[in-house]
């Protein structure tokens, strides 16, 4: 019953490095995003996708690249870090359009650029 | 475009009761409400929608006024295990969910 797993739980970056956080879900979920979360800013929406395929800009996109080739999978990707990527990231999913339905979290990625 | 909540932080004892608000300045289909302890992933409490329609669970409980684009969260005889951040969610469009800042709720013995 493993839910929403994310990897690596921590990871440090320099600045310009390229990395990509890795999603999956083995509940059959079609909609899956990311988040990042920092202090006094809650959560923000990066990146979503609505199934295989598709996938459609959140509030803050700019850096970062996300496929879905798979129902499973979905992962983001840090083109070239900056010190202003630092922060936890959420990667979570929901059964079907979240207006109705439980967004379920993973447990998140702390990533720290220098 | 993210929704507003308030109060930003809130202290209690134990027993105490305290409401959470969440106001939009877009047309909401839903609002969802979550809770988040420190170093932990949010934990779904509970989603309302569009018609006023008030839902709980044991002591929290919610409601969401479509005509304000508002909703809150009650809490009531507060435990221990309440302490946490609250977070409320609001799909500004498709599948485009947006989350508050949080309020972040300490209950004292």
């Known amino acids: 019953n493993a839910g929403v797993t994310q990897t690596p739980k921590f990871q440090v970056l320099k600045t310009g490095q390229s990395m990509t956080l890795q999603c999956a879900q083995d509940?059959?979920?079609?909609?899956m995003s990311w988040y990042r979360q920092d202090p006094g800013m809650g959560l923000r929406l990066i990146h979503y996708?609505?199934?295989?395929?598709?996938?459609d800009q959140g509030e803050v996109p700019n850096g970062y690249n996300v496929s879905r080739s798979t129902t499973e999978d979905f992962p983001l990707r840090l083109l070239s870090a900056a010190p202003s990527q630092t922060s936890v990231y959420f990667c979570?999913?929901?059964?079907?359009?979240?207006?109705?339905?439980?967004?379920?979290f993973g447990e998140g990625s702390w990533l720290t650029v220098v | 475009q993210q929704p507003v909540q308030s109060p930003q932080a809130v202290i209690l004892r134990e027993g105490e009761d305290a409401v959470i608000n969440c106001s939009s300045s877009?047309?909401?289909?839903?609002v969802h409400w979550y809770r988040q302890k420190h170093g932990e992933a949010p934990v779904f409490l509970m989603i309302?929608?569009?018609?006023?329609e008030q839902k709980g669970h044991e002591k929290i409980s919610a409601s969401f006024n479509e005509k304000k684009q508002q909703s809150s969260l009650y809490l009531t005889a507060s435990q221990l295990s309440y302490s946490g951040t609250y977070f409320c969610?609001?799909?500004?469009?498709?599948?485009?969910?947006?989350f508050g800042a949080g309020t972040r709720l300490t209950v004292k013995p």
């Open positions: 979570a999913s929901s059964r079907s359009r979240v207006r109705w339905d439980t967004i379920y």
């Open positions: 509940m059959n979920h079609e909609y």
């Open positions: 996708s609505v199934g295989a395929g598709i996938t």
């Open positions: 877009k047309a909401l289909y839903s």
């Open positions: 309302l929608l569009k018609g006023g």
């Open positions: 969610g609001t799909e500004i469009w498709d599948n485009d969910m947006r």
